[in-house]
T-cell receptor
Framework: NAGVTQTPKFQVLKTGQSMTLQCAQD?????MYWYRQDPGMGLRLIYY???????DKGEVPNGYNVSRLNKREFSLRLESAAPSQTSVYFC???????????????FGPGTRLTVL | GQSLEQPSEVTAVEGAIVQINCTYQ??????LSWYQQHDGGAPTFLSY????GLEETGRFSSFLSRSDSYGYLLLQELQMKDSASYFC????????????FGTGTKLQVIP
């Protein structure tokens, strides 16, 4: 099992350019997430997908869109990149949409994005 | 909203024990998780407390007290490889998928 994979690993954009970050998981997980992590800060939730066919906003959704293409894949799109979107982006997945007594998110290796 | 506070940095000696605290202000949540992240790496899951009390996993233990709005991660027999950042996280009961992470504690283990 590859777990959670992300492409690309690194990307440099100019202000105003668009791009899509790809994420895929092979663990048959229902839920998937996109986070951003800025230096010295924790992870902040951008968007999530509780199950195939659903997406919803997290803490910092402005400037982003997502697509849950199927159960395996969850992409993040920047329509018009801004320097404030320079960050490390992590995709994650977890097994169950609602549960009580356990919780594990599995993270991809991250995409390091710089917007000039 | 959710707010989780952690000390920004902690330094400890190899072989010693260190406790990383997480205090929170939240109206309700399912449980408290802990993640480890090495520099340049991805977060990896360490522990979860759905109920009050202590959970032990090898050298790592985690504790939760809902009445005190407080949790901690305890690392025993510290090794150099434990140098990393540690994050607490909650799933709020009002929005299960809207996971909130603390700002993280950078642990430096010194010889």
């Amino acid at each position: 099992n590859a777990g959670v994979t992300q492409t690309p690993k690194f990307q440099v954009l100019k202000t105003g350019q668009s791009m899509t970050l790809q994420c895929a998981q092979d663990m048959n997980h229902n839920s998937m997430y996109w986070y951003r992590q800025d230096p010295g800060m924790g992870l902040r939730l951008i968007y999530y997908s509780a199950s195939e066919g659903t997406t919803d906003k997290g803490e910092v959704p402005n400037g982003y869109n997502v697509s849950r293409l199927n159960k395996r894949e969850f992409s993040l799109r920047l329509e018009s990149a801004a320097p404030s979107q320079t960050s490390v982006y992590f995709c994650a997945s977890s097994a169950r949409a609602l549960l009580a007594y356990t919780d594990t998110q599995y993270f991809g290796p991250g995409t390091r994005l710089t917007v000039l | 909203g959710q707010s989780l506070e952690q000390p920004s940095e902690v330094t400890a000696v190899e072989g010693a024990i260190v406790q990383i605290n997480c205090t929170y202000q939240t109206s309700g949540f399912y449980g408290l998780s802990w993640y480890q992240q090495h520099d340049g790496g991805a977060p990896t899951f360490l522990s979860y407390n759905g109920l009050d009390g202590l959970e032990e996993t090898g050298r790592f233990s985690s504790f939760l007290s809902r009445s005190d709005s407080y949790g901690y991660l305890l690392l025993q027999e510290l090794q150099m490889k434990d140098s990393a950042s540690y994050f607490c996280a909650v799933r709020p009961s009002g929005g299960y998928q809207k996971v909130t992470f603390g700002t993280g504690t950078k642990l430096q283990v010194i010889p």
